[in-house]
């Protein structure tokens, strides 16, 4: 095992048994280097990687921000992923949108018709009827869909989702130079959405399913995305 790896196996550890939690401070680098025997470039190394993966915060100099602290940032590491292997064309970009859609259909089956979150969602509707430029507009849709899947209550399902979003939303936007009348687009996104955002109100899961794997599957398809997403 590198000797980086015995750092992050250790801060694991601590973070399993409950030793540190979301909100505290790792040991200062040169006490955690004499702790494991190993040194202060492995460390360092390791706390590098626990960035990446959106585990820790360090900051540096003196103060309340100060030292490395446990974060917890799932989405923003895992989209940083997925954005570098959809560069790649190792992960098509359709088989991204189709994961997006089972995912998206999956939540809002089981959205909690009750749930807080929608009153979230419906202000950014109001905030799209107000007519948006294109890039804030797309910023919006982003929030609502990722809304609607808190509203389902699985962190892990609404992880997934938000770095899916942020790994092609590049593209997403990109594609609207395809699009015929924009204007059109977004007046049917916006019926589109409240459509799903009823249908969930209702407790209809099974209607508010159907809603939104047809409105993504619609966009991508107007917007020329071949494959899988525009069968």
Not at 50 to 70: I, K, N
Not at 79 to 85: C, K, N, Q, V, Y
Not at 127 to 133: K, R
């Amino acid at each position: 095992m590198r000797t980086h790896q015995l750092v992050l196996q250790w801060i694991e550890d601590r973070l399993s048994d409950g030793q540190l939690a979301v909100g505290g401070r790792l040991p200062a680098e040169r006490s955690l280097a004499e702790q494991l025997a190993v040194s202060r470039t492995s460390v360092r190394e390791a706390i590098r990687v626990l960035e990446a993966m959106g585990v820790v915060r360090a900051g540096v100099g003196s103060g309340p921000d100060a030292g490395t602290v446990v974060i917890s940032d799932p989405t923003a590491a895992l989209g940083s992923a997925l954005r570098l292997h959809v560069a790649t064309q190792h992960l098509p970009v359709a088989d991204v949108v189709e994961t997006r859609v089972l995912l998206e259909s999956w939540a809002a089956a089981r959205a909690k018709p009750n749930a807080p979150v929608l009153d979230v969602a419906a202000a950014l509707l109001d905030d799209m009827d107000a007519g948006p430029e294109v890039d804030d507009f797309l910023e919006l849709d982003v929030r609502f869909h990722l809304a609607l899947a808190d509203a389902a209550g699985n962190a892990v399902v609404s992880a997934m989702m938000g770095s899916l979003r942020e790994a092609i939303q590049g593209y997403a936007g990109r594609l609207t130079a395809n699009l015929p009348d924009w204007d059109a687009t977004a007046a049917r996104l916006r019926c589109e959405h409240r459509g799903i955002l009823e249908a969930i109100r209702k407790g209809d899961g099974g209607q508010a399913a159907e809603l939104v794997a047809a409105h993504i599957e619609g966009y991508y398809k107007e917007a020329g995305l071949g494959g899988k997403a525009a069968d």
